[in-house]
């Protein structure tokens, strides 16, 4: 039992540093300094820094698809179903900022050695998607493009935040401070915006 807590914990720890730092940016000495243990006792438990970095997105991975999976199952196939389907996606990340923060890391070329991991967790929550959506699509529309530029949309806003043309920004870094109610409120309007006219019947010539 105290094993297996130790391994949450060191879990716990590695899954904020990577997403803070990156996985090249962390060295196995800070995480295990980090949760309390040796490298020697974090070597035994997990296998190393890369096994245990596979475990981590192995469990943002199974987090991810749980949450397409419930909402896919949940919302009808109508318009106000496809905004419902942004929402639930833009929650979940905003109630868990280090997955956007992980992948946004693998996106600038961050643990180039486990590349294999993009097409084995990515591929799985496109093709859901687009099974299941992309008969609503116009014929000029693809919806591999819609779900990649929400994908995009979501994590930028979560890691990066925006700034206004009047020069106001929208909120600091993550590290800093959280999104306001009223700054996710907008984000998300035009979010079901984008949707909405992406999937709309055309209103052009």
Do not use: C
């Amino acid at each position: 039992m105290e094993e297996n807590l130790t391994v949450e914990r060191i879990i716990d720890v590695a899954t904020r540093l990577f997403a803070e730092l990156g996985f090249d940016g962390t060295p196995v000495e800070l995480v295990a300094e980090a949760a309390g243990v040796d490298t020697a006792t974090l070597t035994a438990l997990t296998g190393g820094k890369t096994e245990l970095y596979k475990t981590v997105m192995a469990r943002v991975h199974e987090a991810e698809v749980h949450m397409v999976q419930a909402a896919l199952a949940s919302t009808p196939r109508t318009m106000a179903g496809l905004t419902e389907l942004a929402d639930a996606y833009l929650d979940f990340h905003v109630s868990n900022p280090h997955t956007s923060m992980l992948w946004m890391h693998r996106w600038m070329g961050d643990a180039a050695a486990t590349a294999e991991l993009d097409v084995r967790y990515r591929g799985p929550i496109i093709s859901m998607v687009t099974d299941a959506v992309g008969p609503m699509a116009p014929d000029d529309v693809q919806t591999d493009f819609v779900t990649w530029t929400i994908i995009w949309s979501v994590a930028g806003f979560i890691t990066g935040g925006m700034l206004h043309s009047d020069h106001s920004p929208a909120r600091t870094a993550p590290a800093e401070s959280a999104i306001s109610p009223e700054t996710l409120e907008e984000f998300r309007t035009n979010l079901h915006a984008l949707v909405l006219r992406m999937y709309g019947p055309k209103n052009y010539p």
